[in-house]
């Protein structure tokens, strides 16, 4: 095994060099206040009602929280949420014919009798909500929803 080392004696030295007088100049700034990070906005809508007139409703979750929750029991397995018609109520829909519900697989339309009884929207683990239904096989509702359009 060969090692090798290398030192080196460095002498150190100081040199006075002469300071000179400074002028400071002072810009102004629009504010006094100081700068502030803007920090992107955090949504937390789940998803969009579309209503009749073609006008938007964004649901948040703050908001959907709020509603009292409903149980339903579907093939044995009890699911929980609010009703489908308190979150429409939420966006101001009292007067539909029927509605359709669009995510991530399969839209599901629903008439005003069935989303009015033993239909939910039921929180999913991925943060999202899932169609619980009486009304629809359990294996075809509507999972992580965008958007609900009604008519």
Known sequence: MLLLSACASVAATTTTVPVQAATVVSVPTATDAPPQVIQPAVSNVLF???????TKFDVTLDAVKV??????????????GPKLSDVLALAGVTDYTEVTINGSSAPSTLIRTQVEDNTI??????????LATTYIPKANWTKDITGITVK
């Open 67 to 80: 509603i009292p929750l409903t149980q339903l029991t579907v093939e044995g397995k009890v699911q929980e």
């Open 121 to 130: 929207l039921d929180f999913s683990n991925r943060g999202t909500m899932k």
């Open 48 to 54: 969009q009602i579309i209503k009749a007139d073609g």
